[in-house]
């Protein structure tokens, strides 16, 4: 693996994929290798190779929280929504109150094209809970994308009101805040 990464510094990601590769038909099941194999492939958009390291991953540590990331991001780069959208809510409901798989799983509602069940989701989710600060930031870029600027400034005091000392909501406020003046 270092050798690996020496090779990515030095921009030569196909050659460090190669040792990588190498490395693995020897040990199978070194986690570190398969990671950075999958962010290699996922950066050269093999999606295909993406997804078939994480699935060995998986077969390693299935409990690792980076294989949703991995199979979601080749899934969408292969324009399965529906496959991603599964992994990604498989992820969000082992963790419910990380931003991150929240926030990737609303992506791909959006870049399927499915905004409402974006905007369905995140009202359900910050039903389910209502101090749910990162989804009430990702439902107000939503509201302000649809024009719903009104709804969009609520559902961010809703969000201050929850947790006042992050930033996100105030700067996501000013964004709502200045566009509105420049109509």
Do not use: C
């Not at 529906?82 to 969000?92: D, M, P, S, Y």
């Amino acid at each position: 693996q270092l050798f690996a990464r020496y090779l990515i510094r030095q921009d030569k990601r196909d050659r460090a994929i190669k040792v990588l590769t190498d490395s693995l038909s020897v040990d199978p099941v070194s986690e570190e290798n398969l990671k950075l194999l999958a962010a290699l492939r996922l950066d050269a958009q093999d999606w295909r190779g993406a997804e078939e390291a994480a699935k060995a991953l998986a077969e390693v540590n299935k409990n690792d929280a980076i294989i949703g990331n991995i199979l979601g991001a080749a899934y969408a780069g292969l324009k399965d929504y529906t496959g991603a959208i599964e992994v990604l809510t498989k992820e969000h409901q082992q963790r419910p109150l990380s931003a991150r798989p929240l926030a990737n799983l609303v992506q791909v509602y959006i870049d399927a094209g499915r905004v409402e069940d974006a905007e369905k989701f995140l009202q359900e989710t910050i039903a389910k809970n209502t101090s749910s600060y990162d989804a009430r930031v990702l439902l107000a870029q939503i509201e302000r994308q649809s024009g719903k600027s009104a709804q969009a400034i609520e559902t961010l005091r809703g969000a201050v009101s929850s947790e006042p000392l992050r930033p996100e909501a105030y700067e996501a406020m000013y964004g709502v805040y200045a566009l509105e003046a420049r109509r």
